[in-house]
């Protein structure tokens, strides 16, 4: 009977925690930032930070060792203050400057990361747009990715050469697509006989350059009733 795969997430920032506390006792406390030996933070929130577990997997290394040390053991092993300040042979003001350093750095690593990939799918789905309200059908096939996955949402879904008839019938249709915002994401708005608000939203998914996924609500327009898109 084959062995079960253990959870590599936590093996792996053991591998990660193991890494910097060692690099931190063979540097002695040299690397340790003065203003790390404050009395205290008064800002300090103990409670596990949701952005930083996300981003510690592959931003920690933005960090210094002390903490890289500290985030890694509060946020992500769960250890307390004073388990921390042992493990890392400091103190507790210590440990709480660095979680205070170390979560500062993440949130702004992870907020112009999500910056970034707002654009570039914005980008993207410019492109798009651009084909379809030009009617180049085989301009917006080209983007298409040969697996790529249609649901058009409560009315059927399609897969790889079958997506290829999905636009097929947008030939026949006045429809214009303009990029918009939708809870914080880019969408596809579908603009419908010439009208000044959307009537649906198109989801596209991409892989690289090549569109991976489409969702299209044309069917269920209801969906925006409650919902606010932006520029």
């Known amino acids: 009977m084959q062995a079960e795969v253990p ?71 769960g250890h307390g203050l004073d388990e921390a300040a042992a493990t890392m042979e400091t103190t507790v003001p210590a440990v709480k400057a660095a979680l205070v350093r170390g979560r500062g750095k993440l949130r702004r690593v992870e907020e112009h990361a999500a910056r970034e990939l707002d654009d570039a ?48 019938n947008y030939e026949r249709q006045n429809v214009r697509l303009a990029v918009r915002s939708l809870d914080g994401r880019p969408v596809l708005a579908a603009f419908v006989d010439g009208a000044s608000e959307p009537s649906y939203v198109i989801v596209v998914e991409w892989d690289g350059d090549r569109v991976r996924a489409i969702r299209d609500f044309r069917y269920v327009t209801y969906i925006l009733a409650d919902a606010a898109l932006d520029r």
């Open 121 to 168: 799918m914005r980008t993207q789905l410019d492109a798009y747009a651009s084909l379809f309200n030009a009617r180049d059908w085989d301009g917006v096939r080209a983007l298409i990715a040969e697996d790529c996955q249609l649901d058009l949402v409560s009315k059927s879904q399609r897969r790889g050469k079958a997506v290829g008839l999905y636009f097929t």
């Open 7 to 77: 959870a590599l997430r936590p093996w792996l920032f053991r591998i990660a925690h193991n890494t910097a506390i060692d690099h931190l006792k063979s540097h002695g406390h040299a690397r340790t930032e003065s203003r790390a030996h404050l009395d205290d933070v008064s800002d300090l929130d103990e409670r596990p930070d949701p952005i930083v577990v996300r981003a510690a997997l592959l931003r920690f290394l933005e960090l210094t060792v002390a903490e890289r040390s500290a985030v890694i053991l509060k946020d992500i092993l």
